[in-house]
């Protein structure tokens, strides 16, 4: 699935695409892609065309939220969560700084360990 959502993400050249490893903090997903798109009408076909990759994969949305405004649509596949969003609310929600709280620490902790 991470491979449909990734190839979708590419072909409507949807920028700043990341992946976060979120297995061991939720239950909810093992991986949620987040990615930005120019204008409300590209958010909208970038998630669209998610939906259409998944769907070729076998895999039907269990949920899509946002369209209607286009700003941040988020399209759930189950174990993959995808999160398309203007660059403007990404920035304000900041989803990566969420999910990522404590890696960054983690890490340092075990290089000064290490060190």
């Given at each position: 699935m991470r491979q449909s959502v990734v190839d979708a993400l590419d072909e409507l050249k949807a920028?700043?695409?990341?992946?976060?490893?979120?297995?061991?903090?939720?239950?909810?997903?093992?991986?949620?892609?987040i990615a930005s798109g120019t204008s409300a009408r590209h958010v909208k076909s970038i998630a669209d065309?998610?939906?259409?990759?998944?769907?070729?994969?076998?895999v039907h949305p269990l949920g899509v939220e946002g369209e209607g405004e286009g700003e941040w649509v988020l399209v759930d596949l189950g174990d993959v969560i995808v999160h398309v969003m203007l660059p403007r609310i990404r920035e304000f929600y900041g989803l990566e700084?969420?999910?990522?709280?404590?890696?960054?620490?983690e890490d340092e902790s075990e290089a000064a360990q290490a060190g």
């Open positions: 920028k700043d695409v990341r992946e976060i490893d979120v297995r061991g903090k939720t239950s909810i997903a093992d991986l949620l892609v065309e998610v939906q259409k990759f998944a769907k070729k994969a076998g700084r969420l999910w990522t709280v404590g890696d960054r620490d």
